[in-house]
């Protein structure tokens, strides 16, 4: 879930920067949210926080070894497979056409754009962490191996 974590962080600065810019102002992923739930704007970034921590963090996780490529490419995949979901299931759902087309072809393209991002971050935070405990795993081994044979 720290890969999650750190890709929504990452995806969350970029959704800040795009509103601070003025940028495709249509696009209010927490806006839709906080509407579809019927909440307010807190509670919106609430649930973004623990779709892309848990739910995107153990997808991963369960996902990583069987998507194609490496880390990376993987979380990338994951990321376009949750680009879909919004795209057919949530923009609907928020009383948008299917893909966003209603607020203009930028919108498919500029989420899908996002959802690599973070499919990217997810996937090269996931493949750095999982490399680090398998690299501890690896360094235990060794260790009880010389162990083993020192006091033979």
Same mark, same amino acid.
């Given at each position: 879930?720290? !890969? $999650?974590?750190?890709?929504?962080?990452?995806?969350?600065?970029?959704?800040?920067?795009?509103?601070?810019?003025?940028?495709?102002?249509?696009?209010?992923?927490? *806006?839709?949210?906080? $509407?579809?739930?019927?909440?307010?704007?807190? !509670?919106?970034?609430?649930?973004?926080?623990?779709?892309?921590?848990?739910?995107?963090?153990?997808?991963?996780?369960?996902?990583?070894?069987?998507?194609? *490529? *490496?880390?990376?490419?993987?979380?990338?995949?994951? $990321?376009?497979?949750?680009?879909?979901?919004?795209?057919?299931?949530?923009?609907?759902?928020?009383?948008?056409?299917?893909? $966003?087309?209603?607020?203009?072809?930028?919108?498919?393209?500029?989420?899908?754009?996002?959802?690599?991002?973070?499919?990217?971050?997810? *996937?090269?935070?996931?493949?750095?962490?999982? !490399?680090?405990?398998?690299?501890?795993?690896?360094?235990?081994?060794?260790?009880?191996?010389?162990?083993?044979?020192?006091?033979?």
């Amino acid at each position: 879930m720290i !890969a $999650g974590f750190v890709a929504t962080l990452e995806l969350s600065a970029i959704m800040l920067m795009k509103g601070w810019t003025g940028m495709m102002p249509q696009l209010d992923v927490i *806006g839709m949210l906080s $509407g579809m739930l019927d909440v307010g704007r807190a !509670a919106g970034w609430i649930v973004h926080f623990i779709v892309g921590t848990v739910f995107y963090g153990i997808a991963y996780a369960l996902l990583e070894r069987a998507l194609p *490529g *490496g880390p990376t490419v993987s979380g990338m995949v994951l $990321g376009i497979i949750g680009w879909l979901v919004m795209m057919i299931a949530l923009m609907p759902m928020a009383g948008l056409e299917s893909f $966003g087309m209603d607020l203009g072809i930028g919108v498919p393209i500029m989420t899908l754009i996002l959802h690599l991002i973070f499919g990217a971050v997810l *996937g090269w935070v996931g493949g750095a962490l999982t !490399a680090g405990i398998e690299e501890v795993h690896s360094d235990r081994l060794r260790l009880v191996q010389h162990n083993a044979r020192v006091h033979r």
